[in-house]
Structure formats: structure tokens, C-alpha cells
């Protein structure tokens, strides 16, 4: 059975920074492409960024390039986001998701697990 775990959410100041870690139990965590997603209130999840099985390959949505970094410890099964410069619009819930595939875009449909979310606020 596929677990993940989002972690490391909190409130912070417009400006400031946040890791958000997910601790996946995936046998062979490292088959896999992972995902970070988002939700805002009354907004659809959105894509904010993917990373293939070895870390080689990742990809942003133009909001969050730049200022977001998505990377991945296949010994720990874990893929972080660390999240710099940091905008009230952040402010959402983020999901860590695991692709079906070593590559996955940012199509929602290309991921088959998905975490129960960590919530980002962020003060202006």
C-alpha cells in the first residue's frame, strides 16, 4: 500500500521561506516520478512542480520559477519543495503526489497517489 506524508507547512511572512518534505512508502521510491500540487480556496489543484525518478529531470509552473525548488532522496523516500521568496498567493494546501511513470508532466491524470496535504499560509 502506497503512504504519503506532507510535512512542514506552516504560517510565514510574504518573503520568507518553507521546506515542505514527503515521506513516501513506495517500494521502489525510486521508480518513480513525484509530484508537488496545490489548492487554494475555491480554486481547482494546480501543478507546481515534478521531478523524474533520478532527480534528473524537473519541471515548474511559472509561478513558483524561480523562487521553488523541488528535489528528491531516493534513499530516504522522501522529495522535498523548498519554497523561497514566498507571496501571499502561495497560500494554499500542497499535496505531494507520485507519478505513474520514471517521467511525469504536470497533468494531474499522470499521478495514481497522492498525500492528505499540508496547509502554506502566508502573511502579507
Known amino acids: 500500500q502506497v503512504q504519503l506524508v506532507e510535512s512542514g507547512g506552516g504560517l510565514v511572512q510574504a518573503g520568507g521561506s518553507l521546506r515542505l518534505s514527503c515521506a513516501a512508502s513506495?517500494?521502489?521510491?525510486?521508480?518513480?516520478?513525484m509530484g508537488w500540487f496545490r489548492q487554494a480556496p475555491d480554486k481547482e489543484r494546480e501543478f507546481v512542480a515534478r521531478i523524474s525518478w533520478s532527480g534528473g529531470i524537473t519541471g515548474y509552473s511559472d509561478s513558483v520559477k524561480g523562487r521553488f525548488t523541488i528535489s528528491r532522496d531516493n534513499a530516504k523516500n522522501t522529495v522535498y519543495l523548498q519554497m523561497n521568496s514566498l507571496k501571499p498567493e502561495d497560500t494554499a494546501v500542497y499535496y505531494c503526489?507520485?507519478?505513474?511513470?520514471?517521467?511525469?508532466?504536470?497533468?494531474?491524470?499522470?499521478?495514481?497517489?497522492w498525500g492528505q496535504g499540508t496547509q502554506v499560509t502566508v502573511s502579507s
Open positions: 503526489a507520485k507519478g505513474r511513470t520514471m517521467i511525469a508532466s504536470g497533468r494531474i491524470n499522470e499521478y495514481d497517489y
Open positions: 513506495v517500494r521502489t521510491f525510486s521508480s518513480y516520478a
